[in-house]
């Protein structure tokens, strides 16, 4: 008696690259929430703080997102 195995090629490549979209997605958010917390720390400092840490506040926007825009 002969036996056959039927193997059926599920799509998954879609299903993963969306996946892997929202994944990249949801990251990308955390870290503009991450950002946007250190500019409201940062804008809540006095200019004395400011000024230990060697900022100004028209610095603020550089030193948080220097990395990711040309600014």
Do not use: W
């Not at 299903?15 to 409201?40: I, K, S, W, Y």
């Amino acid at each position: 008696m002969a036996s056959t195995t039927e193997t059926t090629t599920f799509a998954a490549a879609p299903f993963t690259n969306f996946v892997q979209g929202l994944v990249r997605f949801a990251e990308r958010l955390g870290d503009r929430q991450g950002r946007r917390a250190q500019v409201e720390a940062l804008y809540a400092k006095s200019d004395a703080e400011l000024a230990d840490i060697g900022l100004t506040r028209d610095q603020i926007a550089r030193r948080v997102f220097g990395d990711l825009y040309y600014i």
